[in-house]
Every structure is written in structure tokens, then in C-alpha cells.
């Protein structure tokens, strides 16, 4: 089993800048692809970002590309969302989620595993 824990949302002005976090832990990170999704009420869940397991392709929703980048450090177990430029349509609970495999995954169910969300909140 993974265990996925969020953490580095909070409250932040618009056009400024959060990094997030995902730390993994319970088992090797090697072969999982990661993904980052948000919520926000009302709203089903959407894939912002993902990434292979080598890094060496990643995945942008249209919304957030060019503002936001997705990295993961292996050894250190742990998957980054770097969001820069936030615009209040940004404010949402931001889950991470890994797949077992080596390709990249951008469907919902594709996902084995979910951190509980970290809330992000950018402010006008």
C-alpha cells in the first residue's frame, strides 16, 4: 500500500505563487506515475498535472500550462506542483494520486492511490 500526504496549500493573492507537495510513503516510488487533480465545490474532479515515473513526460491541463510544473525527486519519495500566476478560478482542494505503471495516466480511474487533499485558496 501507498500513502500519499498533500501539503503546502493555504491562502494566497491572486497572481502569486504555491508550491505543493506529495510525499509517499509505505513502499518503493519506482515505476508509479503521479498525478496532481483539484476540486472545487460543485465541481467534479480534474487532472491538472501529471508525470511519468523517469520524468521525462509530463501532462498540463489547458488552465494551468505555462503556469504551473509538475517534478518528482525519486530518491526523496516525493511529487511537486510548483503554481505560479494564481488566478482565484485556481482556489480548490488539490489531491495527489499515483499509478502503478511507467506511462503517463490522465483519467480519474487510472489512479490507485489519493493523498486527502490539501486546500488552495487564491484570493482577489
Known amino acids: 500500500q501507498v500513502q500519499l500526504v498533500e501539503s503546502g496549500g493555504g491562502l494566497v493573492q491572486a497572481g502569486g505563487s504555491l508550491r505543493l507537495s506529495c510525499a509517499a510513503s509505505?513502499?518503493?516510488?519506482?515505476?508509479?506515475?503521479m498525478g496532481w487533480f483539484r476540486q472545487a465545490p460543485g465541481k467534479e474532479r480534474e487532472l491538472v498535472a501529471a508525470i511519468t515515473w523517469s520524468g521525462g513526460n509530463t501532462y498540463y491541463a489547458g488552465s494551468v500550462k505555462g503556469r504551473f510544473s509538475i517534478s518528482r525527486d525519486n530518491a526523496k519519495k516525493t511529487v511537486y506542483l510548483q503554481m505560479n500566476s494564481l488566478k482565484p478560478e485556481d482556489t480548490a482542494v488539490y489531491y495527489c494520486?499515483?499509478?502503478?505503471?511507467?506511462?503517463?495516466?490522465?483519467?480519474?480511474?487510472?489512479?490507485?492511490?489519493w493523498g486527502q487533499g490539501t486546500q488552495v485558496t487564491v484570493s482577489s
Open positions: 494520486a499515483a499509478r502503478y505503471g511507467l506511462t503517463i495516466a490522465t483519467m480519474e480511474p487510472e489512479y490507485d492511490y
Open positions: 509505505g513502499r518503493t516510488f519506482s515505476n508509479y506515475a
